[in-house]
């Protein structure tokens, strides 16, 4: 390739995932006496060259040194400078030599990972205005949950604290670099940022890193997928990825492959998403009307179903003992999982109090702290049923660090629905697992109870106080 005195334009080089090396060497000149650049550097790891080699002229134009750098995971930054040398000098065993770093690649890289297929960076950008939620520590170890549910292997983490969001490029595209070679060094597959990100947003860091770049929403609708069973579930989730991808696909994508298939493209069941534009339109034109229809089918049988029994639903953060709850209550056998979104097609079961009649309780999809808008969407038609509950239990996981913040996020959701006259009892979950002072003061609370779900602790109170809230005038 010819380019001019400054650079060369290099031809697009498909990321090339069966080898670690790509088998190329990169040699070229640099017309004044300079050494390899850091552009130059940064292509060696971004394209995993075998080499990179650049040849320096003397005043007569002849070749005079050479400056050559390779790959090697071992060093801090990735690559390794060797020292310049006379053009005359070549290595000879070249071969030899790429072999055992692509041996050394290989190591680093089934010491690092379980499953290399799916291995993820993390990337938490954090504006002051975020932190006030929540904190960052926090944040990103609810991304990491995630990712473990969504059997992603996470292989770094990187936090960086800025200001304000750069609009393009979230963090700056010589950071978005940085990352990217962090990426390369890590053998990572994937970008997942802790945030949505934007459509322009998406695809400029999916330029700059050549990678797929996810965020956290995708990691949460692709949870949802695998989770769902029902009908209504699946055809829920399949709209919100498909919405989600829409304003991602531009008419001609080359970033398609990087939007779809594998994490983040998984739809519901086996099925993987569709792709191109005009078909997802239409598709969500056909989940829109089936869902309309069921939505109709719920309507008319709850108006059958009438309000002779009264529901208590279930409510709170994910993972935070719902199921658990229902199942100890009602001695059923509804899934539980020390995982985030187990439940995506609620349960109801039935409860006899020893003096009153039947009750329903009702198990829900569990919330989580900014809810992504298309999920909200996603969850609305599940949780219209808590409109008609009488009684919400609000059950919070006590031994969690994080209880207050998850707890707010909880009430924020609740209030953004039309449920404000429902009475709440605030069930604090798993006190086998703190002190007994704790236990103590949470209980001292209006409307608090703590319990352990698994081990039925303070049950009979629990009942008591929801006996006594659905049925104040029998108290007497
Ligand atoms: N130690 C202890 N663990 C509990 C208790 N209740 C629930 N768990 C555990 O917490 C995890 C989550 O329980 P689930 O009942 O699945 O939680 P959930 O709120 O339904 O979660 P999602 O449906 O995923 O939102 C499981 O591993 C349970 O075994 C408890 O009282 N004590
Ligand atoms: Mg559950």
New binding site residues.
């Given amino acids: 390739m010819v380019g001019n005195t400054h650079s060369i334009m290099l031809p697009k080089l498909e990321r090339n995932r069966s080898t670690r090396l790509r088998g190329l060497r990169l040699v070229h000149t640099h017309l004044k006496e300079e050494a390899l650049s850091k552009e130059d550097l940064s292509d060696l790891c971004l394209l995993r060259l075998d080499y990179i080699t650049a040849i320096t002229i003397d005043s007569s134009g002849l070749p005079k040194l050479i400056h050559s750098a390779y790959i090697l995971p071992t060093s801090s930054n990735g690559y390794h400078l060797e020292s310049p040398c006379n053009f005359a000098k070549l290595p000879e065993n070249f071969s030899e030599q790429i072999e055992y770093l692509d041996s050394l690649i290989s190591q680093k890289q089934k010491k690092g990972s379980l499953n290399t297929e799916n291995g993820a960076i993390l990337v938490g950008v954090y504006t002051p205005e975020m932190r006030q939620s929540r904190s960052t520590e926090a944040s990103i170890k609810e991304l990491k949950e995630l990712c473990r549910t969504a059997e992603v292997n996470v292989i770094e983490t990187v936090i960086q604290k800025r200001s304000s969001l750069d609009p393009i490029s979230v963090l700056g595209s010589g950071k978005a670099q940085e990352i990217a070679l962090l990426a390369v060094q890590n053998n990572a597959e994937l970008i997942i940022f802790d945030l949505e990100l934007s459509p322009a947003q998406a695809k400029r860091l999916s330029e700059i890193c050549e990678l797929k770049i996810l965020d956290r929403t995708q990691i949460i609708l692709d949870i949802f997928a695998k989770n769902a069973t029902t009908r209504d579930g699946k055809l829920q989730v399949e709209l919100a990825q498909l919405r989600y991808l829409k304003g991602r696909l531009s008419e001609k994508d080359d970033n398609m492959s990087r939007l779809t298939g594998g994490i983040g493209g998984r739809g519901p069941g086996e099925t993987k998403l569709e792709i191109g534009r005009r078909k997802v339109s239409q598709r969500i034109k056909g989940l829109e009307k089936e869902l309309t229809q069921l939505k109709k089918r719920r309507i008319l049988n709850r108006t059958l179903r009438g309000k002779q029994v009264p529901t208590v639903s279930i409510v709170?953060y994910?993972?935070?003992?719902?199921?658990?709850?229902l199942n100890s209550l009602t001695n059923s056998l509804v899934q539980?999982?020390?995982?985030?979104?187990?439940?995506l097609d609620p349960r109801t079961r039935r409860l006899r109090f020893p003096k009153e009649k039947e009750i329903v309780i009702a198990?829900t999809?569990?919330f989580i702290h900014d809810l992504p808008k298309e999920l909200s969407r996603a969850f609305s038609a599940t949780l219209e049923e808590l409109i008609d509950a009488t009684l919400l239990l609000h059950?919070i996981d006590a031994s969690d660090p994080q209880c207050n913040q998850k707890l707010l996020a909880v009430k924020k959701i609740l209030s953004e629905m039309d449920i404000a006259h429902i009475p709440v009892i605030q069930v604090y979950?798993?006190?086998?697992?703190i002190d007994k002072e704790h236990i103590t003061f949470l209980n001292s609370e209006a409307n608090n109870i703590c319990i352990?779900?698994?081990?039925k602790n303070n049950f009979k109170s629990l009942l008591k106080i929801m006996e006594q809230t659905l049925y104040p005038s029998s108290e007497n």
């Fill in positions: 709170g994910t993972n935070s003992g719902k199921s658990t709850l539980t999982q020390d995982k985030l979104f187990a439940t198990d999809v569990g059950c979950n798993k006190c086998d697992l352990s779900a698994k081990n």
